[in-house]
């Protein structure tokens, strides 16, 4: 919300002291500012106000014209300076016209010098500029001058203002903008009268009441002006269908419009405030949102038909063609303002093109309505329409604010003579708003804040922000507090006193301790996942993150089209489009798609870890989607091997406190290629898998070389880690090595024989280590030899050579039952 300092104090009965306290102050207070801006005008130099004399075409040219301009006022004795001769190409320029003039040796933004020079040989002493130029952002210039020079309002067609800088004869020389970021529960902050409350309430300045800046609505006709013999009721008639989603509707009625410029004052607000000046109708209810924070529409009473306005829900599928020309599809739960055909406005979102106000409109019809929040938000997304009007409708505009509004343009209509106001208005507010009052403890405030107020204390803070506060002495000191109507975020007691603690400084709170000296502690969730990243990182792999929001496809990219697990897709209402449109089951598409993102790229390797969340549509006891934790790693490039895979998985397993990891060879998965994949358990938990991806899998991501991966359970390795650590002595007595080569078949794998070797070593084996597979010479075709070192030890003992033997006979028996082995003779 960009806010014009000059514009907030307007409201106020005196200034902060110091412009440079305002930001800090307002920041210390709850108001977030993003930016301070002053237009100081320092970047353009002798630039002033001009008059053009005459204004004759260009002799050698068909779009260029020559004007001669006054641009110094006249002197002591009444004689006018002499005039400059100006060439341009401006299609607006007119005699009589006061016209920003650039003079020679003038700067202008970005460092531009204006010099005396010719064009098409006609000399030329300056520039007429435009706003643009003056550095305007092109957003906020006046539609009239929008493509052309900036011809000044009537209200600087003076010839005292001849020669005068041009930021000082606008009024914004120093003008200071500040941009407020405005929270969802605060939409009484979206308008200039409502940071001017807080802004008074900062600095202990008396506010103007909102009120006391408008007419009274129902004042005698010919004290307030109005027309005698007419009531805004005999123009308009209203009524509301749906009071659940409208809670009140007040149309007033203006005749005698006259379509113009707006003056400058006007103008000047707007500007500053970040929106471009139309014409004087849409810059009043533009004024009067930014004002009040209550959007205004206003309709071409003629083609209301029938003299009536219904608030009601469209019919399905009914076409209706908004202001900006295009035609949108409604529901049936759009809300739209009908007249006694058709429906003329989306509520609270764009007015109809069937009801626009033309430069031909003499009579209008002024709406201010209190829409439902979540209704207008619905709509808005629905049919892709985002306004000023919409954003503060879906954040919440109360009822009594409508007649304030309402008056409010209607004295501006007057106060700018654009028309005539009809007295009275429609106005049907079915369910009055009523105003809560709420219980506040004084001893449960400074229980909170930690703070020793009193009573009183608390009731002159609140009372800075316009509420109204009684004080009764009960058993305990009591406030009973009434909000302003504005004020819908405040609605329990918690909302008073963090009103009370923002207006009394967060800054100025006493710093303690928490009283019951609870220690600060990470959940075991989250320290397993980082010491898992650590373990990772360790490893020489790097943790990316991925969207939540995927496509569909993705499943079917990693040939999975037919697992109902990861097809059981929780489907997002309101995709951005089909690639967001679900949440993700599985996290290895989008690692796949990093992987390939980066080799075609030209990266030689990409070593990629994810811990993140995967989700399905099926519901959990309370009624949710199932969500889950999943570690996915993906390798490609040199060193990518499935051992190295298998080792990441060993080492961060020991580095959890893991045992018994054990792969068993898997076939079945789409996913990854036969022969090249296993399963990965711990004990008897199954956690995942982890193999080569299937070449056809690659190919669809376009993956022009091998890439490895897996995907594991981490909420089941949550459970299974084991964080603490026993201490254990260092060993007193040696150990015992010896080696072992066994020739089994080709289909034996290491985990059986290393599950008979650990079973037939008992306690005193200590470790074993595969350290050589062979093939060739002197090993029978279908056969392998592999060689074990394994390594014994008692604690408590040297062990004999009997001790020793003994367990390698149980060993070599065992390999020999359960897994064919015999011990290699050559």
Request: a negative charge; hydrophobic letters at 40%; proline letters at 4%.
């Amino acid at each position: 919300m960009l806010v014009p300092l000059s514009w907030m104090e307007e409201y106020t009965r005196g200034r902060a002291p110091g412009t440079e306290n305002v930001p800090e102050r307002m920041v210390l207070s709850g108001s977030n500012v993003e930016t301070v801006s002053v237009i100081s005008g320092d970047s353009v130099e002798n630039v002033v106000v001009g008059k053009v004399l005459s204004v004759v075409p260009h002799p050698d040219s068909d779009h260029l014209v020559v004007c001669q301009v006054q641009a110094a006022r006249a002197d002591g004795t009444g004689t006018a300076a002499e005039p400059i001769q100006i060439v341009t190409g401006a299609p607006n320029v007119n005699a009589g016209d006061f016209i920003p003039t650039a003079l020679h040796g003038s700067t202008l933004p970005g460092g531009v010098r204006i010099k005396k020079g010719k064009l098409r040989g006609v000399e030329s002493a300056g520039m007429l500029c435009s706003a643009q130029e003056l550095g305007f952002d092109d957003k906020v210039v006046p539609l009239a001058c929008k493509d052309g020079i900036w011809v000044l309002p009537d209200e600087l067609r003076s010839d005292d203002l001849l020669g005068a800088d041009i930021f000082e004869a606008l009024g914004m020389k120093d003008a200071v903008t500040i941009d407020f970021e405005i929270t969802p529960n605060r939409p009484d902050c979206l308008s200039v009268y409502g940071l001017a409350r807080e802004y008074a309430a900062v600095f202990d300045l008396q506010l103007e009441r909102a009120q006391d800046l408008t007419l009274d609505a129902d004042a005698d006709v010919k004290t307030a002006g109005y027309p005698e013999g007419k009531a805004a009721k005999d123009f308009i008639k209203v009524s509301i269908a749906r009071p659940d989603l409208c809670a009140r509707y007040i149309a007033r009625v203006a005749e005698d419009v006259v379509i113009k410029e707006s003056p400058w004052w006007l103008q000047k607000k707007l500007m500053l405030s970040g929106m471009r000046p139309i014409n004087n109708i849409v810059d009043i209810t533009n004024y009067v949102m930014l004002e009040l924070g209550h959007p205004i529409h206003a309709f071409d009473i003629s083609e209301v038909t029938g003299g009536e306005i219904n608030v009601d829900t469209a019919a399905e599928g009914e076409r209706f063609t908004t202001l900006d020309g295009t035609e949108r599809t409604l529901t049936a739960d759009t809300l739209l303002i009908k007249d006694g055909a058709r429906g003329i406005a989306v509520a609270g979102v764009m007015g109809g093109l069937n009801s626009e106000i033309t430069e031909a409109t003499r009579t209008i019809l002024i709406e201010a309505a209190s829409f439902d929040a979540d209704s207008i938000r619905r709509t808005s997304k629905r049919v892709g329409i985002r306004t000023e009007a919409s954003s503060r409708y879906e954040k919440g505009v109360p009822a009594e604010l409508s007649k304030v509004a309402s008056d409010r343009v209607c004295q501006l209509i007057r106060l700018t003579g654009s028309g005539t106001v009809i007295a009275g208005a429609a106005d049907c507010y079915p369910v009055p708003q009523e105003r809560v009052t709420i219980r506040v403890r004084a001893a449960r405030v400074n229980a909170v804040l930690g703070t020793d107020l009193t009573a009183e204390a608390m009731a002159d803070i609140l009372r800075r922000l316009e509420m109204t506060v009684t004080v009764s002495e009960e058993e305990h000191l009591v406030l009973h507090v009434t909000p302003p109507y504005v004020r819908l975020d405040l609605v329990e007691e918690i909302d008073i006193i963090e009103e009370v603690a923002r207006l009394y400084g967060y800054d100025v709170l006493a710093t303690t301790l928490h009283a019951d000296g609870v220690e600060a502690s990470v959940p075991r969730g989250w320290a397993i996942r980082a010491l898992s990243r650590e373990a990772l990182c360790g490893m020489g792999l790097t943790e990316i993150q991925t969207y939540s929001f995927v496509s569909p496809s993705g499943v079917a990219q990693i040939l999975a089209a037919d697992d109902p697990a990861k097809n059981d897709f929780v489907k997002i209402l309101n995709p951005l489009g089909d690639e967001n449109s679900v949440m993700r089951t599985t996290l290895v598409p989008a690692m796949l798609e990093t992987l390939a993102r980066n080799r075609n790229r030209s990266a030689a390797s990409c070593f990629a870890f994810e811990i993140g969340n995967t989700f399905r549509a099926e519901k959990t006891e309370e009624g949710l989607p199932t969500e889950a934790l999943s570690l996915c790693i993906g390798l490609y490039g040199p060193g990518a091997t499935f051992h190295f895979l298998k080792g990441a998985l060993e080492k961060l397993f020991a580095k959890l406190g893991i045992s018994g990891f054990v792969l068993v060879q898997e076939e079945s998965s789409p996913t990854f290629h036969p022969g090249r994949t296993a399963l990965v358990y711990a004990g008897e938990t199954l956690l995942g898998t982890l193999g080569e991806a299937h070449p056809d899998v690659l190919k669809n991501f376009d993956l022009p070389e091998r890439a490895l991966i897996a995907e594991l359970d981490f909420d089941k390795i949550t459970e299974l880690a084991v964080t603490d650590r026993a201490y254990s002595r260092l060993p007193k007595y040696p150990a015992a090595l010896r080696d072992v080569s066994l020739l089994v078949r080709e289909d034996i794998t290491v985990a059986k024989l290393d599950e008979a070797i650990r079973k037939g070593g008992g306690k005193i084996l200590e470790t074993v280590r595969l350290f050589d597979i062979y093939r060739g010479m002197q090993i029978p075709d279908s056969f392998k030899s592999m060689s074990f070192g394994l390594s014994f030890r008692a604690l408590d003992r040297t062990l004999t050579d009997e001790e020793i033997q003994k367990a390698m006979d149980r060993i070599l028996r065992l390999l020999e039952e359960e897994a064919g082995a015999s011990l290699r003779e050559v």
